[in-house]
T-cell receptor
Framework: DTEVTQTPKHLVMGMTNKKSLKCEQH?????MYWYKQKAKKPPELMFV???????INESVPSRFSPECPNSSLLNLHLHALQPEDSALYLC?????????????FGEGSWLTVV | KQEVTQIPAALSVPEGENLVLNCSFTDSAIYNLQWFRQDPGKGLTSLLL?????REQTSGRLNASLDKSSGRSTLYIAASQPGDSATYLC??????????FGGGTRLMVKP
């Protein structure tokens, strides 16, 4: 099973809402990632979790708050977003951070901020 | 800062043609290079991964090569089919386990 599962697939939220994106993998991977992809652009790294600890934050605004409750789950909490935050949010995982393993991506969550 | 460039940005070919997609990167200190496929509205599917010590990888009609010293990779697709139509992204894994993507090549294979 090389699956990374993301929910919800689509989310529409207002600028004052609080919502969360969820990501799950059961491959025993110890590195998990959040990427943001705008239309017709490549994905851009937001956060890296290594052994359930935040190791990289690519200067992401605090209205995005990641959480890694355990080695299989990764959440992205959203609050007070702006319309320009509308994008495809991709979760990914790899076996071992820093060792050059394949990174597996989920199908993504389409976020629309109105 | 690592930068990854893909050319062409878009490509339209008739079915059956062999084609080459190009990827270049500025910093040769990489762990590996991955080629991904992305269908419209979908996530990323990993096609091939080449470790920094390897020269090429093959999977079915796909062959990817890596010349780390010159900062180049190519993805060769043999006997293209309409089902190959998608965006192809290359990405390099470098320090801090960071994956940097190129801008992608949008491929259209016409029946």
């Amino acid at each position: 099973d090389t699956e990374v599962t993301q929910t919800p697939k689509h989310l529409v939220m207002g600028m004052t809402n609080k919502k969360s994106l969820k990501c799950e993998q059961h491959m025993g991977h110890r590195a998990m990632y959040w990427y943001k992809q705008k239309a017709k652009k490549p994905p851009e790294l937001m956060f890296v979790y290594s052994y359930e600890k935040l190791s990289i934050n690519e200067s992401v605004p605090s209205r995005f708050s990641p959480e890694c409750p355990n080695s299989s789950l990764l959440n992205l909490h959203l609050h007070a977003l702006q319309p320009e935050d509308s994008a495809l949010y991709l979760c990914a995982s790899s076996q071992d951070p820093g060792s050059g393993n394949t990174i597996y991506f989920g199908e993504g969550s389409w976020l629309t901020v109105v | 800062k690592q930068e990854v460039t893909q050319i062409p940005a878009a490509l339209s070919v008739p079915e059956g043609e062999n084609l080459v997609l190009n990827c270049s990167f500025t910093d040769s200190a990489i762990y590996n290079l991955q080629w991904f496929r992305q269908d419209p509205g979908k996530g990323l599917t990993s096609l091939l991964l080449i470790q920094s010590s390897q020269r090429e990888q093959t999977s079915g009609r796909l062959n990817a090569s890596l010349d780390k010293s010159s900062g180049r990779s190519t993805l060769y697709i043999a006997a293209s089919q309409p089902g190959d139509s998608a965006t192809y992204l290359c990405a390099v894994l470098h320090a801090g386990n960071m994956l940097t993507f190129g801008g992608g090549t949008r491929l259209m294979v016409k029946p």
